[in-house]
């Protein structure tokens, strides 16, 4: 693991990284020592490891005690883009304009991608649970849209994932794998999502596995996710992680 910088600031250290081309940041509190919770932070689709939403959420748990750890998911970011997901991307975006129904073609992209963002965030948990400041302590994964889509396969592939806060994504693909899934789930749905139509939504809250889950449903688009749910996730993390 390669750190180029590290920056302060209102208590909380950033540090960009890479590990094996993967690109990635972590954020601590200032000064941290010792072992301490690990949240890992999924971005969405066309995003990238420092996308506002994820710095926000990774800063606020970090000044909370927690480490949290983002990386560029594959194709996205500073990551390369290969020619096959130019084509999916691509016939993605024309079945969506030709009023495809978008949990189909939005699986066929993450299928795509998951395999290999799995190894990635396995490779990264074991590479920074070796750091001083991190630890071997217990881990989380947050992640909404595509970092639903990806996390899901994640968490029921890696059993040192403890608890995981998920949603904006319907059942498309992820059945199987949201049926492995028994550590505590937090569920974000909004209700009027012109993306991922409220059923499908439902469908994938029902098929996880979890004897301990929590359906988050707030009125308003796909973007529309009230800033009072990042509070809501520190303290489903803080329960099950501290």
Same mark, same amino acid.
């Given at each position: 693991?390669?750190?180029?910088?590290?920056?302060?600031?209102?208590?909380?250290?950033?540090?960009?990284?890479?590990?094996?081309?993967?690109?990635?940041?972590?954020?601590?509190?200032?000064?941290?020592?010792?072992? *301490?919770?690990?949240?890992?932070?999924?971005?969405?689709?066309?995003?990238?490891?420092?996308?506002?939403? %994820?710095?926000?959420?990774?800063? *606020?748990?970090?000044?909370?005690?927690?480490?949290?750890?983002? %990386?560029?998911?594959?194709?996205?970011?500073?990551?390369?883009?290969?020619?096959?997901?130019? *084509?999916? &991307?691509?016939?993605?975006?024309?079945?969506?304009?030709?009023?495809?129904?978008?949990?189909?073609?939005?699986?066929?992209?993450?299928?795509?991608? &998951? @395999?290999?963002?799995?190894?990635?965030?396995?490779? %990264?948990?074991?590479?920074?649970?070796?750091?001083?400041?991190?630890?071997?302590?217990?881990?989380?994964?947050? @992640?909404?849209?595509?970092?639903?889509?990806?996390?899901?396969?994640?968490?029921?592939?890696?059993?040192?994932?403890?608890?995981?806060?998920?949603?904006?994504?319907?059942?498309?693909?992820?059945?199987?794998?949201?049926?492995? %899934?028994?550590?505590?789930?937090?569920?974000?749905?909004?209700?009027?999502?012109?993306?991922?139509?409220?059923?499908?939504?439902?469908?994938?809250?029902?098929?996880?596995?979890?004897?301990?889950?929590?359906?988050?449903?707030?009125?308003?688009?796909?973007?529309?996710?009230?800033?009072?749910?990042?509070?809501?996730?520190?303290?489903?993390?803080?329960?099950?992680?501290?």
């Amino acid at each position: 693991m390669r750190f180029s910088s590290q920056t302060s600031s209102d208590g909380v250290t950033e540090q960009p990284f890479t590990l094996d081309e993967i690109p990635g940041v972590l954020w601590t509190p200032e000064d941290a020592r010792g072992t *301490r919770p690990l949240i890992l932070l999924g971005h969405g689709g066309g995003q990238h490891k420092t996308a506002p939403g %994820i710095v926000s959420h990774a800063r *606020r748990y970090a000044a909370e005690g927690f480490a949290a750890v983002a %990386i560029d998911a594959p194709n996205h970011g500073d990551r390369p883009k290969d020619e096959e997901f130019g *084509r999916i &991307a691509a016939e993605l975006r024309a079945g969506m304009a030709a009023g495809e129904d978008p949990g189909a073609l939005v699986a066929g992209m993450h299928g795509y991608l &998951a @395999g290999q963002a799995v190894a990635d965030w396995q490779a %990264i948990l074991s590479a920074v649970q070796r750091l001083d400041q991190v630890g071997v302590g217990p881990v989380g994964y947050c @992640g909404m849209s595509m970092g639903c889509g990806l996390g899901i396969p994640l968490i029921a592939a890696e059993p040192r994932i403890r608890a995981a806060v998920l949603g904006l994504l319907g059942v498309h693909g992820l059945a199987e794998d949201a049926a492995r %899934i028994t550590v505590p789930v937090q569920f974000l749905v909004q209700w009027n999502d012109q993306m991922v139509p409220r059923d499908q939504s439902l469908a994938l809250f029902d098929a996880l596995a979890s004897a301990e889950k929590t359906l988050h449903a707030n009125p308003g688009g796909h973007g529309d996710v009230p800033s009072f749910e990042a509070d809501s996730s520190l303290r489903f993390f803080a329960r099950h992680l501290s």
